[in-house]
């Protein structure tokens, strides 16, 4: 079973910048395609950003241009870094793993989900 540990959440002001975590224990994080989602107070999970086995990034248009996806294999790391941050981020987000080998922008794909760590952006 594979166990997906996200940090770095927390609260920011309008403007600033945040850096997401997410280790996946047991595999390394090249096996999948790392994706991360955001549930916002009151809506349904969106999609945010994934990275695939090859190093490819897909961005929602709503943070294109503000956050950008990374990994260091060497810590078996994926990054989702936040800049420019706005109160509309608000919200717990998530990183998934997919084991399947076309990477998707819809959560059902996704096999492993991190516990969810809060970001609170005020105005």
């Known amino acids: 079973q594979v166990q997906l540990v996200e940090s770095g959440g927390g609260l920011v002001q309008a403007g600033g910048s945040l850096r997401l975590s997410c280790a996946p224990s047991g595999r390394a994080s090249t096996t999948y395609t790392m994706g991360w989602f955001r549930q916002r107070p009151g809506k349904e999970q969106e999609f945010v950003g994934l990275?695939?086995?090859?190093?490819?990034?897909v961005y929602a248009d709503s943070v294109k241009g503000r956050f950008t996806l990374s990994r260091d294999n060497a810590k078996n790391t994926v990054y989702l870094q936040m800049n420019n941050l706005n109160p509309e981020d608000t919200a717990v987000y998530y990183c998934a793993a997919d084991q399947s080998t076309i990477p998707s922008r819809s959560g059902l794909q996704y096999d492993y989900w991190g516990q969810g760590t809060q970001v609170t952006v005020s105005s």
């Open positions: 990275i695939s086995r090859s190093g490819n990034t």
